[in-house]
């Protein structure tokens, strides 16, 4: 296929990703700010929402003070924000209209309709918490259909591929910014402190990447930071962990190798990547410090992009 | 202005034999039915995304060209007689253009004037002696017929560079099989589905010798800021070829590639939807940045097959056209099957006399014009606007041509007042491969949905309608 149907599908994926992941920030911040100030003690959950998305900098070129009000508008509607949901939406939709012809129409329904739905949230903006939360639900829902049709009509071939290493790379860096964020909560010496302040912190965690009934499922145990930091990092079956992300960039990836008779540097790659993943144990992780490991990880994958992108995008 | 013809009601009120079934149901359909029907129609083209971009529009930069639900209808014998007309004016058409940048027969015998060849700008002198793969420069026509009378299809203009609107004439159909499902049942309608695999199989038959047995053929689009774009990605997924940028492509060794993601890979044939400007700036304009460096060079070897073919627009310069009467016969020796519309040329003095004298009753166009920009409407323009383009024609005749304005027919047209007759026009698509030229039974009607409006351009404000051949 064309170099550039594929980059476009890649960064369709990754664009509807993204804004599913700032709507679930947002939706997360939203629940434990609303708690009062005794259970989630004195960190200012705007300033962390910012964080994970990673456009604390840029906002700050606009905004003085990381409040509800601010952070929503720029993390939703901000034109300036290359990540706004707003932008994330519009690219979407460019990105479609280039590879209308790879889309299947679901898929094209599924991001022209969002779009149009949307122009009105653009124009008016959100006036209540209630019209807030069913546009942050809106937007999940369409990154949803759009998965899901994917998932249901795509011809399975190179752009169904491509598409897939879009959402799994932008997943992974997903997961890991909020781990990278929050990674001081989760280290087991603060265990001691443990007590409603940091129960919050946690369940918003899982809240965020909608691992929470899961957490439950798999360790059938009260919420433990290390366990949550296993389930994100390591855990194979929870969609958004780190594991299960580079489980399906690898196989993705070797589809692709297996369809064009060969490898290269960006399957060697991501292996080395899931076989780092496979092999670690949280108690490793934890000894050599979370931070560092989860930052290593953040470069890594977006060495990954890099190298695709070469390989076979440009 | 005299009263036009309308093709429903024809000139005794009698409803004419095409439309008696469709007469019939409009007299049983609701009102409200209709209505409720155009809202569905307009929410589906929404969906779809068919939508279209106005050049300095940038309040709307997506607009729907609105649809109407009444078809328009032809019958089987006019329709022989339209596609045996077509035909004859394509193959002219293409006869015309191998001479002009070969031996110039046509110069030589003085039928036409050599400067309006040489000193038109879209005459290209790139061309001059080059040999096209299967000596076909127009591959896909799109012929703008208009009608004053039950009786002669009259070519308004012709259209030999990127025509577009085939889209709009797959589209409607579709919709209206989906709207209608009773009022077809009715009919015998001849389809249209079949113009894809028409299209992709007249392009295949041009590939350059120089192709392997199984040629690849792209679409070649600006992207998606062209007004157009809609159209090509639709047409690239009905053909199942790439739909290609300028920069998905390049040149090595004068052959043609695509970017891909196992590598470069052969383009055979492009289907261009890029004026000639743009296809190459070490050609043409150098500050293009939608073409293709070495494009010309690959073409110039024989190893790729634009469709069409460069150089195509001196055949369907507006200047040219008074003269295609003459062409017809020159090559042909035959007599043209579909008329002209009288047109008098601004750059002889006679013409230019008559017409300064006439304003009010004439449509002046520019030569080089299109989409219904820069025309004036003598009947409807303002006395300012006639002045204003009396002192144009004095300082520059030899850009405007002159014609009678015609009282164009008119069609039964869903209004905001109930069903009104409206002004139409009709662009069959015309398919030349390496043997044989086709045409699929139908094409796009255009409509002026301003009350007594003459001008159908979509850009202008012009709708469209589903076109019914029936198939007898």
Same mark, same amino acid.
């Given at each position: 296929?064309?170099?550039?149907?594929?980059?476009?599908?890649?960064?369709?994926?990754?664009?509807?990703?993204?804004?599913?992941?700032?709507?679930?920030?947002?939706?997360?911040?939203?629940?434990?700010?609303?708690?009062?100030?005794?259970?989630?003690?004195?960190?200012?959950?705007?300033?962390?929402?910012?964080?994970?998305?990673?456009?604390?900098?840029?906002?700050?070129?606009?905004?003085?003070?990381?409040?509800?009000?601010?952070?929503?508008?720029?993390?939703?509607?901000?034109?300036?924000?290359?990540?706004?949901?707003?932008?994330?939406?519009?690219?979407?939709?460019?990105?479609?209209?280039?590879?209308?012809?790879?889309?299947?129409?679901?898929?094209?329904?599924?991001?022209?309709?969002?779009?149009?739905?949307?122009?009105?949230?653009?124009? =008016?903006?959100?006036?209540?918490?209630?019209?807030?939360?069913?546009?942050?639900?809106?937007?999940?829902?369409?990154?949803?259909?759009?998965?899901?049709?994917?998932?249901?009509?795509?011809?399975?071939?190179?752009?169904?591929?491509?598409?897939?290493?879009?959402?799994?790379?932008?997943?992974?860096?997903?997961?890991?910014?909020?781990?990278?964020?929050?990674?001081?909560?989760?280290?087991?010496?603060?265990?001691?402190?443990?007590?409603?302040?940091?129960?919050?912190?946690?369940?918003?965690?899982?809240?965020?990447?909608?691992?929470?009934?899961?957490?439950?499922?798999?360790?059938?145990?009260?919420?433990?930071?290390?366990?949550?930091?296993?389930?994100?990092?390591?855990?194979?079956?929870?969609?958004?962990?780190?594991?299960?992300?580079?489980?399906?960039?690898?196989?993705?990836?070797?589809?692709?190798?297996?369809?064009?008779?060969?490898?290269?540097?960006?399957?060697?790659?991501?292996?080395?990547?899931?076989?780092?993943?496979?092999?670690?144990?949280?108690?490793?992780?934890?000894?050599?410090?979370?931070?560092?490991?989860?930052?290593?990880?953040?470069?890594?994958?977006?060495?990954?992009?890099?190298?695709?992108?070469?390989?076979?995008?440009? | 202005?005299?009263?036009?013809?309308?093709?429903?009601?024809?000139?005794?009120?009698?409803?004419?034999?095409?439309?008696?079934?469709?007469?019939?149901?409009?007299?049983?359909?609701?009102?409200?039915?209709?209505?409720?029907?155009?809202?569905?129609?307009?929410?589906?083209?929404?969906?779809?995304?068919?939508?279209?971009?106005?050049?300095?529009?940038?309040?709307?930069?997506?607009?729907?060209?609105?649809?109407?639900?009444?078809?328009?209808?032809?019958?089987?014998?006019?329709?022989?007689?339209?596609?045996?007309?077509?035909?004859?004016?394509?193959?002219?058409?293409?006869?015309?253009?191998?001479?002009?940048?070969?031996?110039?027969?046509?110069?030589?015998?003085?039928?036409?004037?050599?400067?309006?060849?040489?000193?038109?700008?879209?005459?290209?002198?790139?061309?001059?002696?080059?040999?096209?793969?299967?000596?076909?420069?127009?591959?896909?026509?799109?012929?703008?017929?208009?009608?004053?009378?039950?009786?002669?299809?009259?070519?308004?203009?012709?259209?030999?560079?990127?025509?577009?609107?085939?889209?709009?004439?797959?589209?409607?159909?579709?919709?209206?099989?989906?709207?209608?499902?009773?009022?077809?049942?009715?009919?015998?309608?001849?389809?249209?589905?079949?113009?894809?695999?028409?299209?992709?199989?007249?392009?295949?038959?041009?590939?350059?010798?120089?192709?392997?047995?199984?040629?690849?053929?792209?679409?070649?689009?600006?992207?998606?800021?062209?007004?157009?774009?809609?159209?090509?990605?639709?047409?690239?997924?009905?053909?199942?070829?790439?739909?290609?940028?300028?920069?998905?492509?390049?040149?090595?060794?004068?052959?043609?590639?695509?970017?891909?993601?196992?590598?470069?890979?052969?383009?055979?044939?492009?289907?261009?939807?890029?004026?000639?400007?743009?296809?190459?700036?070490?050609?043409?304009?150098?500050?293009?940045?939608?073409?293709?460096?070495?494009?010309?060079?690959?073409?110039?070897?024989?190893?790729?097959?634009?469709?069409?073919?460069?150089?195509?627009?001196?055949?369907?310069?507006?200047?040219?056209?008074?003269?295609?009467?003459?062409?017809? =016969?020159?090559?042909?020796?035959?007599?043209?099957?579909? =008329?002209?519309?009288?047109?008098?040329?601004?750059?002889?003095?006679?013409?230019?006399?008559?017409?300064?004298?006439?304003?009010?009753?004439?449509?002046?166009?520019?030569?080089?014009?299109?989409?219904?920009?820069?025309?004036?409407?003598?009947?409807?323009?303002? =006395?300012?606007?006639?002045?204003?383009?009396?002192?144009?024609?004095?300082?520059?005749?030899?850009?405007?041509?002159?014609?009678?304005?015609?009282?164009?027919?008119?069609?039964?047209?869903?209004?905001?007042?109930?069903?009104?007759?409206?002004?139409?026009?009709?662009?069959?698509?015309?398919?030349?491969?390496?043997?044989?030229?086709?045409?699929?039974?139908?094409?796009?009607?255009?409509?002026?949905?301003?009350?007594?409006?003459?001008?159908?351009?979509?850009?202008?404000?012009?709708?469209?309608?589903?076109?019914?051949?029936?198939?007898?």
């Amino acid at each position: 296929m064309l170099s550039r149907t594929a980059e476009n599908l890649f960064w369709l994926a990754r664009y509807v990703e993204r804004a599913e992941y700032i709507a679930r920030t947002i939706d997360a911040t939203l629940r434990v700010t609303a708690l009062p100030a005794a259970y989630i003690g004195k960190t200012n959950e705007w300033e962390s929402a910012l964080l994970t998305a990673g456009v604390s900098q840029s906002f700050y070129e606009t905004y003085d003070e990381a409040n509800e009000h601010n952070v929503v508008e720029y993390l939703s509607f901000n034109p300036a924000n290359p990540s706004s949901i707003k932008n994330c939406v519009e690219q979407a939709r460019l990105n479609s209209r280039s590879v209308r012809t790879a889309l299947t129409s679901e898929m094209w329904d599924t991001i022209n309709g969002a779009w149009i739905e949307l122009q009105e949230v653009w124009t =008016k903006g959100t006036t209540s918490r209630e019209q807030l939360a069913r546009f942050l639900r809106f937007v999940q829902e369409t990154s949803l259909r759009f998965d899901g049709s994917a998932y249901r009509t795509m011809l399975r071939n190179d752009a169904y591929w491509f598409s897939r290493l879009g959402l799994h790379l932008e997943r992974a860096d997903n997961t890991a910014r909020i781990l990278d964020v929050k990674y001081h909560v989760l280290l087991p010496e603060e265990e001691h402190v443990g007590g409603p302040l940091d129960f919050y912190q946690w369940s918003s965690i899982l809240r965020s990447v909608s691992a929470l009934t899961a957490y439950h499922w798999v360790y059938r145990e009260t919420l433990k930071p290390w366990l949550i930091a296993d389930l994100l990092i390591l855990n194979d079956t929870l969609p958004r962990s780190l594991a299960s992300c580079y489980g399906n960039l690898v196989r993705n990836l070797d589809q692709i190798g297996v369809a064009y008779g060969r490898q290269g540097p960006a399957q060697r790659h991501a292996r080395g990547i899931r076989n780092r993943l496979e092999h670690s144990h949280m108690d490793d992780i934890f000894q050599r410090g979370v931070h560092e490991f989860i930052q290593e990880f953040i470069a890594d994958n977006a060495r990954l992009g890099e190298i695709i992108a070469k390989q076979y995008l440009i | 202005m005299a009263v036009a013809f309308d093709e429903m009601n024809g000139p005794g009120g009698d409803i004419r034999a095409a439309y008696s079934e469709l007469s019939r149901w409009l007299k049983e359909t609701p009102p409200d039915a209709l209505q409720y029907r155009r809202q569905e129609a307009e929410l589906l083209f929404r969906r779809i995304g068919i939508t279209f971009a106005v050049y300095g529009d940038s309040e709307a930069q997506e607009r729907l060209i609105p649809f109407d639900v009444i078809p328009r209808i032809l019958s089987a014998r006019e329709w022989t007689i339209l596609e045996k007309g077509l035909k004859q004016r394509v193959r002219a058409l293409n006869m015309f253009l191998s001479d002009i940048y070969h031996n110039r027969d046509i110069l030589r015998a003085g039928i036409i004037p050599d400067d309006l060849i040489f000193q038109n700008p879209v005459f290209r002198p790139e061309m001059n002696g080059q040999d096209v793969p299967h000596d076909v420069y127009v591959h896909i026509a799109g012929i703008d017929i208009v009608r004053v009378d039950a009786e002669d299809f009259i070519v308004l203009e012709d259209n030999a560079r990127t025509p577009s609107g085939v889209s709009y004439m797959l589209e409607n159909r579709e919709i209206m099989m989906r709207l209608f499902p009773d009022l077809f049942a009715r009919h015998r309608i001849a389809p249209v589905e079949r113009y894809p695999d028409e299209l992709l199989a007249a392009l295949r038959s041009v590939a350059p010798r120089s192709a392997s047995a199984e040629p690849t053929v792209a679409l070649m689009t600006p992207g998606v800021y062209n007004s157009a774009y809609y159209e090509h990605s639709f047409l690239a997924d009905k053909l199942g070829i790439e739909l290609v940028e300028g920069r998905d492509l390049i040149v090595k060794n004068d052959e043609v590639f695509m970017r891909t993601t196992e590598g470069l890979k052969r383009v055979d044939v492009i289907y261009r939807r890029v004026d000639d400007d743009f296809l190459d700036p070490l050609t043409f304009r150098p500050d293009s940045v939608l073409g293709v460096p070495g494009l010309m060079s690959a073409y110039a070897a024989g190893n790729i097959t634009l469709a069409n073919a460069v150089g195509t627009g001196i055949a369907d310069d507006k200047a040219i056209y008074s003269y295609m009467p003459d062409v017809v =016969k020159f090559y042909l020796a035959e007599e043209p099957i579909l =008329k002209n519309v009288p047109t008098w040329r601004c750059r002889e003095p006679k013409d230019l006399a008559y017409v300064l004298d006439n304003l009010d009753d004439l449509v002046v166009k520019e030569v080089h014009g299109s989409g219904g920009y820069g025309m004036l409407i003598g009947p409807a323009a303002t =006395k300012a606007t006639i002045e204003a383009f009396r002192d144009k024609l004095k300082r520059e005749p030899e850009g405007f041509i002159a014609q009678p304005t015609l009282a164009l027919s008119t069609c039964p047209t869903c209004t905001e007042s109930g069903l009104a007759p409206r002004h139409v026009d009709l662009r069959p698509f015309v398919l030349t491969g390496r043997d044989r030229t086709t045409i699929v039974p139908g094409g796009l009607t255009r409509v002026a949905l301003k009350e007594g409006s003459l001008v159908v351009n979509s850009s202008q404000g012009g709708g469209t309608k589903d076109t019914w051949i029936l198939d007898e």
